[in-house]
């Protein structure tokens, strides 16, 4: 993401993401950013240009994904995606205290959070244990998706994320006038495990 670095627009930062992931489905890896010189830098400070919000799943690992290095990608891992006070905290410091110009929320496809919720749902069972929290978490988006009249796994995936997104832009203080003048980009993606492809579910202040 070095050309990204240097522009600090939102749309040339996204542009630099897609570019890292075609790299990375097509084996073209530069991987940057990953040598000593870099590493030695990295000492007085970080300079992330995006703020990723990504399930833990050890399948989707974002810097891989990205093909991108040390500093590149701010990234805070959860579940599911799933939103707590901390969350927001460590979103809300790299957009104002790093000055990030893009918000990604990374979903991704066969995520086991929301299969969780979807099976407490169907079954009328939850987890027991801290698990149940994924499930408390995922579940509202889950029931308005099918009181939609969607059964679709795909569609619950899809239907969790807009959740999230929904959830940032009311409970981020700011998030919106940001985007409205240009200083931030808000992008909501699905990654398919089936060819490490991104699916563009949202995008606020920046153009597919």
């Known amino acids: 993401m070095a050309n990204a670095q240097a522009s600090g627009f939102p749309q040339q930062v996204w542009e630099a993401l897609k570019e890292g992931n075609r790299r990375f489905r097509e084996e073209l890896y530069l991987r940057p950013h990953q040598d000593a010189p870099t590493r030695f830098a990295m000492r007085s400070g970080q300079h992330p240009r995006a703020v990723v919000l990504a399930c833990s799943d050890s399948r989707v690992p974002v810097e891989i994904v990205f093909d991108c290095g040390l500093g590149d990608l701010f990234i805070v891992r959860t579940a599911g995606e799933i939103l707590d006070s901390a969350v927001l905290g460590s979103i809300e410091f790299a957009i104002r205290g790093l000055g990030v110009d893009l918000l990604v929320v990374l979903g991704h496809e066969s995520c086991g959070a929301v299969k969780a919720a979807s099976a407490a749902l169907r079954e009328g069972t939850v987890p027991d244990g801290w698990q149940r929290t994924l499930v408390e978490k995922v579940a509202p988006a889950l029931m308005t998706a099918r009181a939609q009249g969607k059964t679709d796994p795909a569609d619950f995936e899809r239907a969790h994320l807009a959740g999230v997104l929904e959830q940032l832009r009311e409970r981020l ?29 949202e995008t606020y202040g920046v153009t597919a």
Not at 173 to 201: C, H, I, N, T
């Open 173 to 201: 203080s700011g998030m919106d006038e940001l985007v409205a003048s240009g200083k931030l980009g808000v992008v909501g993606l699905r990654y398919l495990l089936k060819d490490s492809s991104l699916e563009v579910l």
